[in-house]
C-alpha cells in the first residue's frame, strides 16, 4: 500500500505562484511513475503531468505546458508540481497520483494510488 499526502495548496492572484508537494510513504518502488492531475467545480478530473520516478522524464497537458514543473527528490519520496504564470482556469483541487507502471500515462486508471487532494484557488 502507498500513502500520499499532498500539501502546499491555496488561495494566489492570478499571474502568481504556487508550489504543491505530495509526499510519499509505504510500499513506494523506483521503477514507476508519478502524476498530478486536478478537478475544477463542475467538471471531471483532468490530467496536469507526469513523470517518471528513476529517470525524471516529464509531460505535461498543453493547458499547462510551459507554466508548470513536476519534478521530484528521490531521497524525499516527495513529488512537487512548480504552478507559474497562474490563471483563473487553474483553479481546482489538485491530486497527485502514483503508478504501478514505468510509463508516463495520462488516463486516471493507471494510477492506482491517490491523495486526498489540495485545493488551489486563483483569483482574477
Known amino acids: 500500500q502507498v500513502l500520499l499526502v499532498e500539501s502546499g495548496g491555496g488561495l494566489v492572484q492570478a499571474g502568481g505562484s504556487l508550489r504543491l508537494s505530495c509526499a510519499a510513504s509505504g510500499r513506494t518502488g523506483s521503477n514507476y511513475a508519478a502524476g498530478w492531475f486536478r478537478q475544477a467545480p463542475g467538471k471531471e478530473r483532468e490530467f496536469v503531468a507526469a513523470i517518471t520516478w528513476s529517470e525524471g522524464r516529464t509531460y505535461y497537458a498543453d493547458s499547462v505546458k510551459a507554466r508548470f514543473t513536476i519534478s521530484r527528490d528521490n531521497a524525499k519520496s516527495t513529488l512537487y508540481l512548480q504552478m507559474n504564470s497562474l490563471k483563473p482556469e487553474d483553479t481546482g483541487i489538485y491530486y497527485c497520483?502514483?503508478?504501478?507502471?514505468?510509463?508516463?500515462?495520462?488516463?486516471?486508471?493507471?494510477?492506482?494510488?491517490w491523495g486526498q487532494g489540495t485545493q488551489v484557488t486563483v483569483s482574477s
Open positions: 497520483a502514483m503508478s504501478t507502471s514505468r510509463y508516463l500515462l495520462t488516463s486516471q486508471g493507471g494510477y492506482p494510488y
